[in-house]
T-cell receptor
């Protein structure tokens, strides 16, 4: 059973702080990983993808991948109240994605 | 681009009734996915198509669920008969092909919130 595990949260951070979201996966065959953001009552939207070990930066977002530890993380710098949402981690198997249940992030002004 | 289109956005029905959900993927995408999301189970893949052909329906919970993709621009998910435990948000997503990126970079529709009484 392929699993992606995330802490459900909520993770509460003050505005301007760094939010750190973590994810572990069970399938060692997974090669690519994705972070989706889902606002309450809305659909998931892709914010980051990462395919190789190390860091990948895109604006205020940094995705980190450690395949040896089967660990993926998402850092959000200078967190804003508009970042308050549920963040879903996903791992790609042969051709489909397995999603975690998501971590709720709350950024307080 | 209008994005992935789903209809209806909300559906309330009574147990035993047939429910049909509809999806129009982004033009040029050759993968289409149907997901179900609940608080308890999160986002679950039900079935996916590649070039209109069903590839993996192992996520379909039981024979009451069926899905079709008669052409590249339209897919349906049907539940017959519906049960209260089918209440969830159903998402359609598309990706891939010349117009899209890698298969993991999926674009989701707004979802259909289904309530079965």
């Amino acid at each position: 059973q392929k699993e992606v595990e995330q802490n459900s949260g909520p993770l509460s951070v003050p505005e301007g702080a760094i939010a750190s979201l973590n994810c572990t996966y069970s399938d060692r065959g997974s090669q690519s990983f994705f972070w989706y953001r889902q606002y309450s009552g809305k659909s998931p939207e892709l914010i980051m993808s990462i395919y190789s070990n190390g860091d990948k930066e895109d604006g205020r977002f940094t995705a980190q991948l450690n395949k040896a530890s089967q660990y993926v993380s998402l850092l959000i710098r200078d967190s804003q109240p508009s970042d308050s949402a549920t963040y879903l981690c996903a791992a790609r198997g042969y051709s489909t994605l397995t999603f975690g249940k998501g971590t709720m992030l709350l950024v307080s002004p | 681009d209008a994005g992935v289109i789903q209809s209806p956005r909300h559906e309330v029905t009574e147990m035993g009734q047939e429910v049909t959900l509809r999806c129009k993927p982004i033009s040029g995408h050759d993968y289409l996915f149907w997901y179900r999301q609940t608080m308890m189970r999160g986002l679950e893949l039900l079935i996916y198509f590649n070039n209109n052909v069903p590839i993996d329906d192992s996520g379909m919970p039981e024979d009451r669920f069926s899905a079709k993709m008669p052409n590249a621009s339209f897919s349906t998910l049907k539940i017959q008969p519906s049960e209260p435990r089918d209440s969830a948000v159903y998402f359609c997503a598309s990706s891939g092909g010349l117009a899209g990126g890698p298969i993991g970079e999926q674009f989701f529709g707004p979802g259909t919130r289904l309530t079965v009484l």
